[in-house]
């Protein structure tokens, strides 16, 4: 099976602006987890969705936000950029159906300038 | 809310010496606890996961022990080897409605030959 896959690889934006990653699920996972990684601050959960639906989702202003589509892949988006945005964002998938191994993508790296 | 605390920060040992990572969560729904290791500019891949109804699991040189009373958990490596060397997370998994997985900071292991 191919792995999970996320696009863009790099990012480079100015603050304000917004921004969409997107991510690409091991296939017939339904469940997709974002994760912001800053050095030293491990990996902070943004959210989950299942079927299209958010399931869960940390303690991020609302400016970060995520859909789901009917093929199971996912998009995250950050709207007005601020410089503490700067990080990896990795996207894992999973089955879903019970808790277990999550496959992580290569990741995003963002810098906001 | 759910926190999860990883010590130490860094460690480092001798080949063939064993290494001791600890982690404490804070939600006590939690139940399942996954570890991961990320290697430099590569994605986290599990390597081992103990579930909350199991006190310790075992695979080759890496065991996991689970205190759910206390709420600890911790991972051991025995005889470790200079490619052991790389950046391990823990985690604590609440499986309500969803799945959220909280990571701890990480610890920076360096394995000295």
């Known amino acids: 099976k191919a792995g999970v896959t996320q696009t863009p690889r790099y990012l480079i934006k100015t603050r304000g602006q917004q921004v969409t990653l997107s991510c690409s699920p091991i296939?017939?996972?339904?469940?997709v987890s974002w994760y912001q990684q800053t050095p030293g601050q491990g990996l902070q959960f943004l959210f989950e969705y299942f079927s299209e639906t958010q399931r869960n989702k940390g303690n991020f202003p609302g400016r970060f936000s995520g859909r789901q589509f009917s093929n199971s892949r996912s998009e995250m988006n950050v709207s007005t950029l601020e410089l503490g945005d700067s990080a990896l964002y990795l996207c894992?998938?999973?089955?879903?159906?019970?808790?277990?191994?999550?496959?992580f993508g290569p990741g995003t790296r963002l810098t906001v300038l | 809310g759910e926190n999860v605390e990883q010590h130490p920060s860094t460690l480092s040992v001798q080949e063939g010496d064993s290494a001791v990572i600890k982690c404490t969560y804070s939600d006590s729904a939690s139940n399942y606890f996954p570890w991961y290791k990320q290697e430099l500019g590569k994605r986290p891949q599990l390597i081992i996961d103990i579930r909350s109804n199991v006190g310790e699991k075992k695979d080759q040189r890496i065991a996991v022990t689970l205190n759910k009373t206390a709420k600890h958990f911790s991972l051991h490596i025995t005889e470790t080897q200079p490619e052991d060397s790389a950046v391990y997370f823990c985690a604590a998994s609440i499986s309500t409605g969803g799945f959220k997985t909280i990571f701890g900071a990480g610890t920076r292991l360096f394995v000295k030959a």
């Open positions: 894992a998938s999973s089955s879903g159906t019970i808790s277990g191994e999550q496959f």
């Open positions: 296939s017939g996972h339904r469940s």
